[in-house]
């Protein structure tokens, strides 16, 4: 991380763990672990990506592994990625809770559906549509 700006491999890598996670919560049905999810979203989107805990994670394990950061990224993107997440891991948490029964799997998968591309693509939906924002906003 520079200043505002963090290593492009660090949210990639935070993607193929949430994809993961996110799966399991699909295969499972399991509230608990979408409710893990959502506390993951929700340092990301207050703290950032970098000090979430697969920000940690990736900060602690895996970059020092890898050849220096090629290329970083701003910041806000990825973070209003995050408030994106966990819009859908509560709104998903709402339906295994409360129902009714399809919208839990249906706010997951839509979760899922984001996280994959970044983790297999490198393409952030969430960051694409913070950009489209800002320059709607001016």
């Known amino acids: 991380m520079a200043g505002g700006r963090v290593d492009v491999r660090g949210p990639r890598f935070g993607a193929v763990l949430t994809s993961a996670v996110l799966a399991a919560v699909l ?3 399991s509230g608990w672990l979408l409710a893990f999810q959502a506390v993951v979203f929700a340092v990301g989107a207050a703290a950032g990506v970098q000090r979430s805990p697969y920000g940690w994670l990736f900060r602690v394990a ?3 592994r890898l ?3 090629g290329a970083f990224e701003d910041a806000a993107p990825p ?3 995050q408030t994106v997440g966990l819009f859908f891991a509560i709104v998903g948490l709402a339906g295994y809770v409360l129902g009714p029964q399809w919208l839990g799997p249906a706010a997951t ?3 899922l559906a984001a996280a994959f591309l970044n983790a297999v693509f490198g393409y952030c939906l ?3 549509v ?3 924002l800002r320059r709607a906003a001016g």
């Open 27 to 29: 295969i499972s049905g």
């Open 79 to 81: 973070r209003f990625a």
């Open 126 to 128: 969430g960051c694409e």
């Open 130 to 132: 913070y950009l489209l």
């Open 109 to 111: 998968a839509c979760a």
């Open 67 to 69: 050849s220096p950061p």
């Open 62 to 64: 895996v970059q020092p």
